[in-house]
């Protein structure tokens, strides 16, 4: 006489396979190094420890009103010369575009930089139009 179970063999190795399908996606990485890297620093101390210091240009537009500086034009000017004397270094060069009718704003800029105790760092100049007309 046969003994019937209440499962099938080909049912348990469906559920077998189904299982081990499932639990195949709970595999880490399949590369050892990949996991260690996450764990431990780099060797190259640029990567492990990115602090950059360095020196960088800063630039500030400014837009005259009927060719001069407006009050909210000379708080910006304020405002630079505050992070100048903080964090600058170096010549500050006051430029308009060639053939540009911004010589008086150029001149205010000047005035207001000198107004804040910068003399001697400021250069003028002019630099070629990309503005054709």
């Not at 240009?57 to 405002?79: C, H, N, W």
């Amino acid at each position: 006489m046969k003994k019937l179970l209440p499962f099938s063999a080909k049912f348990a190795a469906a559920i077998a396979l189904a299982a081990s399908a499932a639990l195949s996606g709970c595999v880490l990485d399949k590369e050892p190094l990949a996991m260690a890297s996450a764990v431990a620093p780099p060797d190259d101390p640029e990567v492990a420890h990115p602090i950059v210091v360095s020196q960088q240009r800063a630039t500030m537009d400014v837009f005259p009103s009927a060719g001069r500086l407006d009050e909210r034009e000379y708080g910006r000017i304020k405002q630079f010369v505050d992070s100048y004397r903080s964090f600058g270094s170096g010549r500050i060069i006051i430029a308009a575009p060639s053939g540009s009718s911004y010589g008086r704003a150029m001149a205010d800029v000047r005035k207001a930089l000198a107004a804040a105790g910068l003399h001697g760092y400021v250069a003028m100049g002019t630099y070629p139009s990309t503005v054709e007309g």
